[in-house]
């Protein structure tokens, strides 16, 4: 039978599938026809821009001094240098925000990502190559690593650093690709209700699944702005002061909690079978329960406490709208 609704359906399922290192696929679900997309575009747009990476931005190599010199002894010229090593992907080992190595090479050699990682930087694309050397030369460098978030062209570094660097284009993101499919999917009786799926891959930086929470938190921050005129404190999912509540945490059968036999049976007989019933039920409700003796009330009460949810509190509405919708999928 269909039912008036007050508030839109609170999604209540998250998975979360490793495919490697670097891409991850991450699924949200129910959403209500719209709500789905509704939330995936910005989380996308957050993904590729908000971000934080590392990238070379300048670097001083002795013995030329611009991007269009070439060095004795060198295959590549300064240029395609440049290009090489803006492809290979650093991060800084420590807090600081950014960094300045120093390397040198003695040929003949062939120079890769791997030649790079030293006490303050790891190279995530250690095949990456940088440059061919001969006998005869020997290659002297710094490169400044940097840490952010989005592109910085190399004219608005130039003025940040001493005039014996050639600045380079900073490319700060390290999401590669953000891909999500909005699927349909059936709840009870209804097949309009959607599934939001990301999949999201990283250069190696930072995994995808920390970059999609990065990407959450920012979107989170971003909506903060409205708590200094609206009083949002009714519609939060959980007190500051708290731990969220977790909807798998009260989908355990009452039959798990070690009570004792008549106080299971009086549950059992009132058709109670589930935790999460127990814990929507208010402390009037519990000691109304058709034949709850006083001392199987303070069992079960005492057992509601220690898990965290005593029968003097209410779980906030949405938190009890998701947990109704979720009790009704699992009775079905």
């Known amino acids: 039978m269909k039912k008036f609704a007050d508030t839109p359906f609170l ?16 699924s949200a679900y129910p959403f209500e026809s719209g709500f789905a997309i509704t939330l995936a575009h910005p ?14 931005i300048a670097v001083k190599i002795e013995g030329a001094s611009h991007e269009f010199d070439s060095l004795r002894g060198m295959l590549e010229d300064i240029a395609i240098f440049i290009i090489n090593l803006k492809n290979i992907k650093f991060k800084i ?22 030649d790079l990682v ?15 050397i001969n006998a005869d030369c020997n290659l002297t460098f710094s490169v400044i690593i940097q ?29 590669k690709k953000v891909v999500y499919d909005i699927e349909k999917m059936l709840v009870e009786d209804n097949p309009n209700f959607e599934k939001a799926v ?13 970059a999609f929470k990065e990407a959450v938190s920012v979107m989170y921050s971003q909506m903060s702005v409205f708590n200094k005129v609206f009083d949002l404190s009714e519609v939060t999912v ?9 909807l798998k945490d009260l989908i355990v059968k009452i039959d798990d909690l070690n009570l004792s036999a008549r106080s299971f049976n009086s549950l059992d007989r009132a058709g109670l079978k589930y935790l999460g019933e127990l814990v929507l039920m208010s402390e009037v409700e519990v000691k109304n ?26 779980l906030p509405e949405n938190i009890a709208s998701a947990l109704r919708r979720k009790l009704e999928q699992f009775k079905a």
């Open 43 to 56: 989380l996308r747009r957050l993904l590729l821009s908000s971000s934080v990476g590392y990238s070379p």
């Open 93 to 114: 080992l420590s807090d600081e925000n950014q960094v300045e190595v120093e390397y040198s090479f003695n040929g003949p050699k062939e120079i890769k990502g791997s």
């Open 147 to 175: 840490k952010g978030i989005g592109y910085m062209p190399s004219e608005d570094i130039r003025d940040m650093v001493s005039s014996d660097y050639i600045p380079l284009d900073a490319f700060f993101t390290p999401v």
């Open 11 to 26: 999604p209540t399922e998250v998975e979360i599938e490793a495919i490697s290192e670097t891409e991850a696929k991450i």
């Open 198 to 210: 990301f999949t999201v891959q990283t250069n190696g930086q930072i995994t995808p699944i920390n």
């Open 238 to 246: 959980s007190d500051s002061t708290e731990e969220p509540v977790e």
């Open 118 to 132: 030293n006490s303050d930087v790891e190279i995530v694309s250690p095949e990456a190559h940088l440059a061919t």
């Open 289 to 314: 329960i058709k034949n709850l003796g006083k001392k199987s009330y303070d069992e079960i009460a005492d057992k509601l406490a220690s898990l965290g949810f005593p029968v003097e509190n209410t």
